[in-house]
Nanobody, 115 residues
Framework: QVQLVESGGGLVQAGGSLRLSCAAS????????MGWYRQIQGNRRQLVAGISNSGTTNYADSVKGRFTVSRDNAQNMVYLQMNSLNVEDTGVYYC?????????WGQGTQVTVSS
């Protein structure tokens, strides 16, 4: 069982940057895909960015070119660098891991972008 804890959320002005971190309690070496999801005002969570163990990444169209996902298997960490933030990026960001039939979620971290 892997527990995920997000950090790095907060309030930022439009155009600014934030870096989210996700710390795993155990090894993520065998977690095939790590990713970040976003939930906006009670809507269902939607994938923002994902990264496989091989380093293959995918992004939601709305964040391509602005967000960068990365993972450090040695440190059991996943990151989301968010640049050029806009008010539509406001929401709760969740770290997610999927692999070997298991799925893990963090508790979420709030990101608020002000205009």
């Amino acid at each position: 069982q892997v527990q995920l804890v997000e950090s790095g959320g907060g309030l930022v002005q439009a155009g600014g940057s934030l870096r989210l971190s996700c710390a795993a309690s155990g090894s993520i070496l065998n977690v095939a895909v790590m990713g970040w999801y976003r939930q906006i005002q009670g809507n269902r969570r939607q994938l923002v960015a994902g990264i496989s163990n091989s380093g293959t990444t995918n992004y939601a169209d709305s964040v391509k070119g602005r967000f960068t996902v990365s993972r450090d298997n040695a440190q059991n960490m996943v990151y989301l660098q968010m640049n050029s933030l806009n008010v539509e990026d406001t929401g709760v960001y969740y770290c997610n891991g999927r692999g070997q039939g298991d799925e893990y979620w963090g508790q979420g971290t709030q990101v608020t972008v002000s205009s």
